[in-house]
Nanobody, 126 residues
Framework: VQLVESGGGSVQAGGSLRLSCDAS???????MGWFRQAPGKGREGVAY???????NYPDSVKGRFTISQDNAKRTLYLQMNDLKPEDTAMYYC??????????????????????WGQGTQVTVSS
């Protein structure tokens, strides 16, 4: 299984970007997420979507980021609006072939996901 991210780039604060993750090699899409990692910091989950459509976001991006998926294309998206300099990081797509149970268990940790992309860089300047 290979996940390929695209759509990263450099924008000014307040701008928008849409990240894509090609998951066409996956036999099916179950639970997926977007994570980010800034230099010197740990990996942080920023959006999750389960097979029942349940989504979850941390407070740091809630209302600004939206995760969605096109099951026919097996593509995952992350729409990022009102970007801030603190959003600067490498963004990774992640996939699990098991149901995450987000609605009852809350946001899954990074260990839930066993397939990862190579990342796409997002840089937000002030």
């Amino acid at each position: 299984v290979q996940l390929v991210e695209s759509g990263g780039g450099s924008v000014q604060a307040g701008g928008s970007l849409r990240l894509s993750c090609d998951a066409s090699t996956m036999p099916y899409i179950i639970c997926m997420g977007w994570f980010r990692q800034a230099p010197g910091k740990g990996r942080e989950g920023v959006a999750y979507i389960d097979s029942d459509g349940t989504t979850n976001y941390p407070d740091s991006v809630k209302g600004r980021f939206t995760i969605s998926q096109d099951n026919a294309k097996r593509t995952l998206y992350l729409q990022m609006n009102d970007l801030k300099p603190e959003d600067t990081a490498m963004y990774y797509c992640a996939a699990s072939l098991q149901f995450c149970g987000i609605q009852t268990l809350g946001p899954p940790g990074a260990g839930t996901f066993d397939h990862w992309g190579q990342g796409t860089q997002v840089t937000v300047s002030s």
